[in-house]
């Protein structure tokens, strides 16, 4: 078995609010892996005394805990019950139902001798590598497919000369319509306080034996193929593979680091956290 993982921020100065783990049971049989990509609040009030590295902790080490020590509990139940511990605590201290209470991206991954259970949920990426070599990217489509409205918005705010009083309001616009679609019916769901949204996550099973290697990646890291076009999902679980998750986070920081404004590839950070856990269990 071969297990490696980074992360980093996309702003030395501010805390890294992605979350990477992974776990082998004292057996040394099977393992789980688990990331999460936290969600930035607004600076505004959210309802939380705590930070988002505080949630995605408490969340993911939950998830890692459970996981592994309930192999008969589903991946989806495993993180249901991980939201309402993290929930149960600080739901006296903090307003939980407050629309951006801390919230995050879940990617989670759980191999034995006979069979490897994945569950996405948002815009983290699972990338399974058959014994064949070809890659199946998972993904949770849903944020791509939201109303055609909201895609229009988006690239009025970018048609706009940028540092303009026009494109600060039309964003403001956009990101409002985007936040009414969180974890809304047709609209987008992460993991916060509700444990219900668990059952929203894209799920399956592979056979143990067609699989080679599972690549995990915080939207940070995946903006390497989605944003950058740099390369391909196979390229990326190369690149993972052959010269670890750090080299793959390099080369996201090189290309953003040639289009610091954002005007050759558009995106919400110019720089953003990264995560990348590779698994060839």
Not at 65 to 74: I, Y
Not at 81 to 86: F, G, M, P
Request: charged share 20%; hydrophobic share 45%.
């Amino acid at each position: 078995m071969h297990l490696a993982l980074a992360t980093e921020p996309g702003d030395p100065q501010h805390p890294n609010e992605d979350y990477a783990s992974v776990a082998v049971p004292a057996s040394g049989q099977g393992g789980v892996l688990v990331l999460l990509d936290g969600v930035t609040p607004p600076e505004d009030d959210h309802g939380c005394v705590h930070t988002v590295p505080w949630f995605t902790a408490r969340l993911g080490g939950a998830m890692l805990e459970l996981s592994v020590s309930h192999p008969d509990m589903t991946l989806p139940k495993a993180l249901a019950a991980a939201i309402s511990r993290t929930a149960e605590g600080h739901r006296a201290s903090c307003d939980l139902s407050h629309p951006r209470t801390p919230q995050a991206t879940v990617v989670a991954a759980r191999w034995s001798e006979h069979s490897v259970e994945h569950l996405v949920l948002s815009d983290s990426v699972l990338l399974l590598e058959r014994t064949d070599g070809s890659v199946l990217p998972v993904l949770d489509p849903r944020l791509d497919e939201l109303p055609p409205a909201v895609g229009e918005l988006r690239a009025a705010v970018r048609a706009l000369p940028r540092g303009s009083a026009e494109r600060a309001a039309a964003g403001r616009e956009y990101v409002r319509a985007v936040e009414a679609l969180r974890n809304a019916e047709g609209g987008f769901f992460t993991a916060a306080a509700d444990p219900a949204v668990a059952a929203r996550a894209v799920t399956g099973t592979t056979p143990r034996s067609a699989v080679r290697s599972l690549t995990a990646l915080s939207d940070g890291a995946s903006r390497w193929v989605e944003v950058f076009r740099e390369g391909s999902w196979a390229d990326c679980v190369a690149l993972a593979a052959g010269q670890g998750p750090q080299a793959l986070i390099d080369r996201v920081r090189a290309a953003e680091a040639a289009d610091p404004a954002g005007a050759a590839y558009p995106r919400g950070k110019a720089r953003d956290d990264a995560a990348v856990i590779f698994v060839a269990p």
